[in-house]
């Protein structure tokens, strides 16, 4: 069975500072999906990652994936209030599949 | 706008009284999907659908049905809700692989829809 671990759970940090979340995933994908949810919204698309390492970046967060390794990081970098939000990552559950397994989150906290 | 739709938002109901959630796309994406997301759980996805009249269980369908029966609609069917099926559910949509440039490859969610069955 597919599973998909994202550490940490939560995250408090301070404005300005840089800070990684992983996302472990247990099966062969080469497909990897990174979203963000703000309180009471839904979620919105952050970056697709489709191959090994592939690497996006938008504004000061960055995400990339290592297939070999079965792990994708979302870092950021000089954290401000408004990425505060929850993070997920999802993974199809086998490669071809559209059957996909999200991460439990992780929510972030940026503190001024 | 491109967007997808779901209605109701909220829905308060009682056990055993079928309700229907209806989703909406207006993107011609092939795929949509069900998800529902509870406290300490992230989101699991519960039935998806690659094209019309093609649809398949996620890791929670169990107390639900769907149809496909349109490629923009894609309604989720509590035939008889109960207290665990109290959640907040979300539908999505996306292109299918290759339909689409790589960074659009991914789903597009709806609002979502709290539902609380007594």
């Known amino acids: 069975e597919l599973k998909v671990e994202q550490n940490p759970l939560f995250l408090s940090m301070q404005e300005g500072k840089n800070y990684t979340i992983y996302c472990n995933y247990s099966?062969?994908?080469?497909?990897l999906y990174w979203y963000r949810q703000d309180p009471g919204k839904s979620l919105e698309s952050l970056f697709v990652l489709l191959s090994n390492g592939a690497v996006k970046q938008e504004g000061r967060l960055m995400a990339s994936l290592d297939t070999k390794a079965r792990l994708s990081t979302l870092h950021i970098t000089a954290a401000v209030h408004d990425l505060s939000a929850t993070y997920f990552c999802a993974v199809p559950s086998h490669s071809g599949t559209y059957k996909y397994i999200f991460g439990t989150g992780t929510r972030l906290k940026v503190l001024a | 706008e491109a967007q997808v739709t779901q209605n109701p938002r909220y829905l308060i109901t009682v056990t055993g009284k079928k309700l229907t959630v209806t989703c909406s796309q207006n993107m011609n994406h092939e795929y949509m999907s069900w998800y529902r997301q509870d406290p300490g759980l992230g989101l699991r996805q519960i039935y998806y659908?690659?094209?019309?009249?093609?649809?398949d269980k996620g890791d929670v369908p169990e107390g639900y049905k769907v149809s496909r029966k349109e490629k923009r609609n894609f309604p989720l069917i509590l035939e008889s809700p109960s207290p665990n099926q109290t959640s907040l559910y979300f539908c999505a949509s996306s292109p299918l692989a290759g339909a689409a440039p790589a960074e659009k490859e991914t789903q597009y969610f709806g609002p979502g829809t709290r539902l609380l069955v007594l």
């Open positions: 099966t062969t994908s080469d497909r």
């Open positions: 659908s690659m094209n019309v009249e093609v649809t």
